[in-house]
């Protein structure tokens, strides 16, 4: 026995001697596991990415140019008034009517060619274009008591404070109306029954010129569930009242049908179904679609429901599926007059809102930053159509009829309240969930808050003195898509908005938080009843990478008072700006005026699906990557481009130049390349979503090919009316185009890849192309090359034109275009490798006239990025030259280095970005600088680098590396700990059998002992 212990003690010891530098270095090394659980919030774009089955179908604004002449269909016909209107219809014959309007002098004709429409007194034309539901289908799912996967409406309700106005007030919608202009309500379902004589309160009709199987789809009953069902639903076959209520349970419902079963319905349509929903008096008209087709000031649709409000109705429309990028607000959400609608998703791990991965961003029609408020429409339940069971579904569709419901009750509430009384309780109610305003605009409705003030705003006591109104955008900050500033040295000017429910003037003013910004305003603003728009220009002074804050707030001229949610935060870590880019999309056909074929005018001669391909718009995600990057964008979609214009910048932008540029503007252009030497950046087709429909690539090759002449570039000429280039046109079984988004995604665009021989991307990917051939000759310039083929063809393609000139050319915008990007497609799905295409593609064109940076990490050259371990300590130096290769002499006062650090949690794949702070490299000589530095912690660390002149003017440079500092073995510290575990519990189960062993062995001795005496 002695024995067996003695061997008991002896494996301890061993076990000990392998156990404990195992453990030893693990709690006295440097690898500070605890440092993986830092924070991150990551950008909206980087963190949602969109599932194209997500995406809905959405039909596209055609050129008027090409398809008012192309063939009959039905259209749109305005006139100035009645007579003309009438003596049209003699003309055209009653016969070729399809439906009047009644509120303006409008009618729709069967099947017209262009060249037999009346013209006398016409004053607007379109084509009678389909629109759609915005919602994402799922099956449906048994509503449970806990519902893990999805929202109740007695929750949504709760979230949005609209159970405590109803239990506070007894508020349930009862004398209002609401209008759903949908697919049509199934009216014999328990959920919409009165309470007190189990009737229902749906009242059903169908819109003229809808042939279509009468039988409602889902998508209209799940709708007018969400704003007005009583709370039975239909559970395992028996009927049960629930607390899951819609918003206003005691509302009637007017249910009129203006989509199909498929959900899709005209314009026209539409228009019929506002004209009669205000004629019945509806205190809330609802709209849960929406379309891309937008015809300038005056639009029909816009006319119709400026009628609808000025009669009493509210107007509520969903914000679109279209996001989450560029300007995917469709219409009619899109309207200014509109209550606007985007939606939410709730994330429980978190216990907040985040936006709906697919919900429309602005801006939106006049510039306004995005919908007006959001609500929850993520995996929502309400009532399904089969048999009135809970159905689970998603969409901007499910958030509308939250706040069409919300707003029933605040009419009930306070029945002589106006539009403008209503509007502005629910904007200044909202909450910031801190998303891009683009997104969220004022922020998620709460009730309470509107309830309360709508009280102040109607009673004759409080009204004239109220102080309740809102701005907007309430936030300027980097997380925006297109309201945002954050490069030193540069002025942007933003349009702001006010929204009041009575006239007043107001004082604004600026509380500067930190120095670094100036805000120029005007010294007052004269605000009307409505929406009030003014500017003012941001203008970041900082000298080196540092946070500004600034609030601006706005008083009243009269009492002095403060308007509490009139305030305008700005805020963000500024960036050294790099270089200034001219992006002009004047000659796209979605942006530019005057496309008509003037015998075919409009209201104001203007035409564009909404969304057009600007810097705001669809190629908003692209700009913010430059943005990003220190890269300065000005967005120019009118006038003409000058020497004047153009002397100002560093590099041009063309954007889908579907009109020609004048001969001086040619002239100009090529003065800019020439003689100035600056690059361009040419994207020649048009988008996935673009004004050319079934010519979506076309190009104007005259323009193009004058610009590019001597280049050794340039784009083939179309042939019979439509590009025989990159690829061929999408085309269904009809021979006609695939006008929808859905199938241009899924069947419309083919695969180009880049090259391995060439140097200006990193990265082989494929990605989605469709547009104009490039030719390239080398006989012309021998600088011409080839990038990127799709098949044979040429697809991207670039030249350099005299020592510091370049010009890259792409066929196919989809490289950048944000719906092109959203909808996800080869490796182009990856943010990261977006953003690298983006900043690789602009860094070439402006390469030759930027200073040069050369870094070395311990005596090695690095590129723009590399790894280290973070425990390492690490002596960093840097080089200048000017472009031309001399030495650039300059002392330590005039360089400033700034590092930005960003941290990573694995665990929740989030980042965070630290405030930069400045760095001081010291001077090895005029031109080397070195800086030794041990990394704090692991993550990103990324320096700039600026250079100012004697004079104090910024020199541009490509001074920017990342530096990665990575734990060793990175991926493999959890089972490196999960191991260390497992080896202390050996090491103390070991210890303690040494110690039971020693002291037995004692024990047993001392007995032994006893024994023998």
């Not at 607000?329 to 697919?358: C, K, Q, Y």
């Not at 042939?719 to 690829?727: E, L, S």
Request: aromatic share 10%; hydrophobic share 40%.
């Amino acid at each position: 026995m002695a024995s067996s212990k003695r061997q008991f003690t002896l494996f301890g010891f061993i076990l000990l001697l392998f156990i404990f530098p195992i453990i030893g270095s693990m709690l006295f090394s440097n690898w500070n596991i605890k440092d993986i659980h830092q924070t991150k919030i990551r950008y909206l774009d980087e963190e949602n990415q969109v599932d194209v089955n997500q995406i809905q179908d959405a039909k596209i604004k055609v050129n008027p140019d090409t398809e008012l002449t192309s063939g009959p269909r039905d259209r749109i016909l305005w006139y100035e008034n009645e007579f003309y209107r009438q003596k049209a219809i003699e003309e055209i014959g009653i016969h070729n009517v399809i439906t009047k309007f009644q509120t303006i002098a409008a009618f729709t004709v069967r099947n017209f060619t262009p060249d037999r429409i009346p013209r006398e007194g016409l004053r607007q034309v379109i084509d009678d274009s389909e629109i759609y539901h915005n919602d994402v289908e799922k099956q449906p799912y048994d509503l449970t008591e806990d519902t893990p996967n999805g929202l109740t409406l007695e929750r949504t309700a709760r979230m949005l404070g609209i159970d405590r106005i109803r239990r506070d007030f007894n508020l349930t919608g009862a004398g209002t109306t609401i209008a759903i202009i949908d697919t049509g309500v199934r009216v014999d379902l328990d959920a919409f029954k009165d309470s007190s004589s189990s009737q229902s309160r749906v009242q059903h009709s169908i819109v003229e010129g809808l042939n279509e199987d009468t039988v409602s789809s889902f998508h209209g009953t799940h709708v007018a569930a969400i704003a007005a069902s009583n709370g039975i639903y239909n559970v395992d076959g028996d009927f049960k009242l629930s607390s899951s209520t819609g918003m206003a349970p005691g509302a009637n419902i007017l249910s009129i049908q203006v989509l199909n079963a498929a959900g899709f319905g005209r314009i026209s349509w539409v228009m019929l179904g506002i004209e009669e929903a205000a004629a019945a008096g509806a205190d809330v008209i609802t709209l849960s679609l929406s379309s891309q087709l937008y015809n300038g000031t005056g639009d029909m649709q816009e006319v119709i429901i400026n009628n609808a409000i000025a009669g009493g109705s509210v107007v509520v429309a969903a914000a679109g599926n279209l996001g989450p990028f560029g300007s995917g607000i469709g219409l009619p959400g899109g309207f200014p007059n509109v209550i606007s609608v985007g939606a939410t998703h709730f994330e429980e791990d978190i216990g907040r809102h985040l936006m709906w991965v697919s919900s429309g961003v602005g801006p939106r029609v006049g510039g306004y930053p995005g919908p007006d408020v959001v609500a929850p429409g993520s995996d929502i339940y309400s009532v399904g159509i089969t048999d009135g069971a809970p159905y689970l579904s998603s969409g901007t569709s499910m958030a509308t009829p939250h706040i069409a419901g919300g707003l029933l009750l605040l009419r009930e509430a306070y029945p002589t309240s106006t539009y403008d009384q209503l509007r502005t309780a629910i904007l200044a109610g909202a909450e910031d969930i801190f998303q891009p305003v683009e997104a969220m605009g004022r922020g998620f409705a709460n009730f309470t808050t509107a309830h309360r003030i709508l009280g102040e705003l109607t009673n004759p006591a409080t009204s004239a003195d109220s102080l309740e109104m809102s701005s907007a955008p309430r936030r300027i900050d980097r997380f925006n898509y297109v309201f945002r500033n954050r490069l030193i040295g540069q002025t942007k000017t933003f349009p702001l908005f006010m929204h009041s429910a009575r006239n007043i003037t107001v004082i604004p003013a600026v509380d500067y938080i930190t120095d670094g910004v100036n805000i120029e305003l005007p010294s007052s603003v004269v605000v009307g009843i409505g929406i009030t728009e003014f500017s003012a220009d941001f203008t970041i002074t900082a000298t080196n990478m540092q946070r500004v804050i600034a609030v601006i707030y706005f008083r009243d001229s009269l009492t002095g008072n403060l308007l509490p949610n009139a305030n305008i935060t700005f805020g963000d870590d500024v960036l050294i700006s790099r270089s200034r880019i001219l992006f002009d999309s004047s000659k796209d056909f979605d942006v530019s005026t005057s496309i008509f074929d003037p015998g075919v005018p409009t209201l104001d001669g203007s035409t564009t699906y909404f969304g057009a391909h600007s810097a705001t718009g669809q190629f908003a995600l692209f700009t913010r990557f430059l943005e990003d990057e220190g890269h300065f964008i000005f967005d120019h979609s009118e006038g003409i481009l000058d020497t004047d214009l153009l002397s100002q910048y560093d590099l041009l932008i063309i954007a889908n130049p579907d009109a020609e540029y004048s001969d001086a503007e040619i002239l100009d252009i090529r003065a800019f390349l020439e003689q100035d030497g600056k690059s361009l950046f040419l994207i020649a087709g048009g988008g996935l979503v673009s004004a050319e429909s079934i010519h979506y690539s076309d190009v104007n090759e005259h323009t193009v090919n004058a610009i590019l002449a001597g280049s050794g570039l340039s784009v083939i000429e179309n042939q019979n009316n439509g590009a025989d280039g990159a690829i061929t046109l999408c085309e269904d079984e009809d021979g006609q185009s695939k006008d929808d988004i859905f199938l241009r995604a899924t069947d419309c665009w083919n695969t180009a890849q880049t090259l391995r021989n060439q140097e200006l991307f990193e990265p082989l990917v494929e990605f989605p192309s469709y547009g104009p051939e490039i030719r390239v000759d080398k006989s012309i310039n021998q600088n011409a090359e080839s990038i990127a083929h799709q098949e044979s063809k040429t697809v991207i393609a670039r030249s350099e034109v005299g020592e510091s000139s370049r010009i890259l050319v792409f066929s196919s915008p989809l490289m950048f275009d944000s719906f092109g990007f959203s909808f996800g497609y080869g490796t182009l799905d990856d943010v990261d490798l977006h953003r690298q295409m983006s900043t690789e593609a602009i860094d070439w064109l402006l390469e030759p006239r930027a200073m040069k940076v050369a870094y070395r990490i311990d005596g090695k050259s690095v590129d723009k990025q590399i790894n280290v371990n973070f425990n390492e300590t690490l002596r960093i130096t840097f080089t200048t030259q000017k472009p031309d290769g001399t030495k650039l002499t300059y002392s330590s006062d005039h360089l400033n280095v700034t590092l930005r650090q960003t941290l990573y949690n694995r665990s929740i794949d989030r980042f965070i970005e630290i405030a930069p702070f400045p760095v001081k490299f010291l001077a090895l000589s005029e031109s080397e600088f070195v800086y030794e530095f041990k990394f704090p912690k692991f993550g990103d660390y990324e320096f700039f680098i600026e250079i100012v002149d004697p004079d104090g003017e910024f020199i541009q440079s490509n001074g920017y590396l990342k530096i990665t500092a990575d734990l060793t073995h990175f991926d493999s510290q959890g089972n490196l700990r999960s191991l260390g575990f497992y080896l202390f519990f050996a090491f103390f189960v070991s210890w303690v059998i040494f110690l039971y062993n020693e002291g037995g062995r004692e024990l047993f001795l001392k007995r032994e002992m006893e024994e023998k005496v």
